[in-house]
């Protein structure tokens, strides 16, 4: 993801760009993609960023795939993470209904996530240690996920009593972007980039259709009528997307804060 990076700083001259990581090493950085617990690696990352002087007066966050769940999760439970601007590519905001497939059929670490999770993604350690099963939402055993889940329930406001603190937060976006790839191939379903999901019959309800937006339990519905929460797709499968895209976006949503600090994260 260094192109990335390498790629903002060509259309923003002067930005600062900060690249989470949550390993020491690439190889470590990727199987925590994978393997380990996304509500630790949020806290531990949120103190990280605290002490970082350059993202002490403002920050626009850029995540790709479900790096964007992570970021968007950052912004609510980060208090001192000071989000204008949020940009997520292809991530699954309400959850997948299938485990993701692998890339490269080869891809040992992938492959090995997959086979722990489909021996029960509900299970102590599986639940615990697999991170693609703590954003898994069988929409036919919604009380096994609401009961079980360590942490796409809370995020997304679906426990009671409801953390107000979160939804003050992502209402205190500038705006909230969401792209989603037009042939979205490992996300399902697809318009979980855009917050939509199934029902228990299996039929697709768009975001405007649910009950989380038509509540506002996570301030969606205020950012959609205040004309700063919107939509995009872009050309490709999952996370194919053209440099001639991405700078196109980059341009669109935050040339404006160039002096801003950037954030990007990716599995």
């Given at each position: 993801m260094g192109a990335v990076a390498r790629l903002i700083q060509e259309e923003l001259p002067?930005?600062?760009?900060?690249?989470v990581k949550l390993g020491a090493s690439?190889?470590?950085?990727?199987?925590?993609?994978?393997?380990?617990?996304?509500?630790d690696q949020i806290d531990r990352v949120c103190t990280e960023l605290s002490g970082i002087?350059?993202?002490?007066?403002?920050?626009?966050?850029?995540?790709?795939?479900?790096?964007?769940?992570?970021?968007?999760?950052?912004v609510q439970r980060c208090p001192q993470l000071r989000a204008k601007m949020l940009?997520?590519?292809g991530s699954p905001h309400s959850g997948v209904a299938r485990i993701p497939k692998c890339p490269q059929e080869n891809d040992t670490l992938c492959n090995w996530m997959r086979r722990l999770a489909s021996r029960g993604v509900y299970s102590w350690y599986i639940r615990d240690h697999v991170v693609q099963a703590q954003y898994f939402k069988d929409p036919e055993r919604l009380d096994d996920y609401l009961e079980h889940n360590i942490f796409l329930p809370d995020v997304n406001m679906e426990l009671l009593p409801r953390k107000e603190d979160y939804r003050e937060r992502i209402c205190a976006l500038d705006k909230l972007?969401?792209?989603?790839?037009?042939?979205?191939?490992?996300?399902?379903?697809?318009?979980?980039?855009?917050?939509?999901f199934l029902d228990a019959y299996g039929n697709r309800v768009a975001l405007e259709n649910s009950t989380m937006y038509q509540e506002d339990w996570?301030?969606?519905?205020?950012l959609d009528k205040s004309s700063r929460l919107e939509f995009v797709t872009v050309e490709g499968k999952h996370m194919e997307i053209s440099d001639q895209a991405l700078r196109g976006i980059v341009a669109e949503y935050f040339t404006v804060a160039v002096n801003s600090p950037l954030l990007r994260e990716q599995f």
């Open positions: 002067g930005a600062y760009v900060h690249s690439e190889s470590a950085d990727r199987n925590a993609g994978f393997f380990g617990n996304l509500n002087s350059e993202l002490q007066h403002g920050v626009n966050l850029m995540g790709f795939s479900q790096g964007g769940l992570f970021l968007r999760a950052l940009v997520t590519f972007v969401l792209v989603r790839f037009a042939n979205e191939d490992m996300i399902y379903p697809e318009l979980s980039s855009w917050f939509g996570l301030g969606l519905r205020e």
